[in-house]
Structures are given as C-alpha cells and as structure tokens.
C-alpha cells in the first residue's frame, strides 16, 4: 500500500468515527468491552458503560450500539468482522462498524 492511499484509509476511518458522534473516550471504551467480552455478552457491558444496546439477528447477529435514552438512533454496528464493509476497527473476529 502506498503512503497516500495510507492516509486516504485514515482520513476515512476517522471521518466515519466523527460521522457517528461518539467520542474517542466512547470507541476505547466500546474497544475494550469487545476485548474483555464475547460476542453474545456485550449487551451487558455496553449498557453499564452508558450506551443504549439493541441486538438482532437479521439479516445477521450484530448490535446497534448508540448514545442516549430509548428511541435512540444507533450509530454503531458490532458483528462478526466477515459481514463488515466497512469496519472502524475489528478485534479478533469482531468488527466495529458505522450504521
């Protein structure tokens, strides 16, 4: 990979994390539930830490993952990292993606 698509990749990851209006203190907090938990587990955690949580399984398994109070508009997907298009960031088989 050359050096300026290099930073057209960064550019445009950080223009999708600005386009979900989380802060950076928000995705290390998401990043590090994804660490420390599994999949079927992070409803949990993500709610303690604040965020409001909802999980479908269709058309796959994935969170929405938002900010704010019931009715929120979900900003945030977290699935398994080969149904992402467009990851933000993935760990391990887990893929963090804009809505």
Known sequence: MKFKEFL???EKKEYMIAEAQLSKSDLDKIKQ???????LSLRD????????VDFSFSPVAFYQVGKGKKGFMPKLA????KYADKAIFTIGEIAV???
């Open 8 to 10: 057209n990749e960064v």
């Open 33 to 39: 539930i994804v660490k420390d938990y599994k999949f």
């Open 45 to 52: 955690p993500l709610k303690a830490a604040g965020f409001s």
């Open 78 to 81: 977290i699935m398994n990292k």
């Open 97 to 99: 993606e804009l809505m």
